[in-house]
């Protein structure tokens, strides 16, 4: 099963920006924390990934709570191609087989 | 540079056949892995390989089975096809260093 909850959906204005949510209160001290994001008919998409600090990328910003129980995937302008679902997984270092454990992800609709 | 590459894009196939999923990984990636996503849930893991070998296998039934080629390309064989295969089959691929897998766009297998 998977170790992250999400809300089913959220929506947001475009050009706004975007905060989604995953609490992963049963998260270890190896679990790395990763974003992926699914377009429609695509495959998943790697967004972001972190430990314990915050980290910024070209496609968004990770915020990660002091006690890593939480996490905040951020998306400082959304545009209309944004819309997607958003998955937030934990993936153990320690784990050789590089297994992912997908939840159902947070749909993001992009309001025009 | 190519992404990963799956054939067929689609398929339909009748109950009880047998059906083969092609996946060649990004160029100098050793890692695939197999991932089964039915409509509106995430994915789900279903095999891993590394230099050949099996690395990973989820918690599908003996009709699946997969193997990696010299060249890194894969295959994922399914015997006796139920209706409950019917999904969206996922290949990634990944290197050491990278920060996250990259996906192929799937097949979207059809059992009737």
């Known amino acids: 099963d998977a170790k992250t909850t999400q809300p089913n959906s959220m929506e947001s204005n475009e050009e706004e920006p975007v905060h989604l949510p995953c609490n992963h209160s049963?998260?270890?001290?190896?679990?790395?924390i990763h974003w992926y994001r699914q377009l429609p008919s695509q495959g998943p998409e790697y967004v972001i990934h972190?430990?314990?600090?915050?980290v910024n990328n070209r496609m968004a910003s990770l915020a990660i709570a002091e006690d890593r129980k939480s996490s905040t995937l951020i998306l400082h302008r959304a545009t209309l191609r944004d819309a997607a679902v958003y998955y937030c997984?934990?993936?153990?270092?320690?784990?050789?087989?590089?297994?992912?454990?997908w939840g159902a992800g947070t749909k993001l609709i992009i309001k025009p | 540079d190519a992404g990963v590459t799956q054939s067929p894009t689609h398929l339909i196939k009748t109950r009880g056949q047998h059906v083969t999923l092609r996946c060649s990984p990004i160029?100098?990636?050793?890692?695939v892995s197999w991932y089964q996503q039915v409509l509106g849930q995430g994915p789900q893991f279903i095999f891993q390989?590394?230099?050949?070998?099996?690395?990973g296998r989820g918690n599908f039934p003996d009709r699946f089975s997969a193997r990696q080629f010299p060249n890194y390309s894969s295959e994922l064989n399914v015997n006796a096809l139920l209706l409950g295969d019917s999904a969206l089959y996922l290949c990634?691929?990944?290197?050491?260093?990278?920060?996250?897998?990259?996906f192929g766009s799937g097949t979207r297998l059809t059992v009737v």
């Open positions: 160029s100098g990636h050793k890692s």
């Open positions: 990634a691929s990944y290197t050491t260093g990278d920060y996250g897998y990259t």
């Open positions: 997984i934990l993936r153990d270092v320690m784990d050789s087989n590089y297994q992912l454990i």
């Open positions: 972190g430990l314990t600090s915050n």
């Open positions: 049963t998260i270890s001290g190896t679990d790395y």
């Open positions: 390989y590394y230099e050949k070998e099996e690395r």
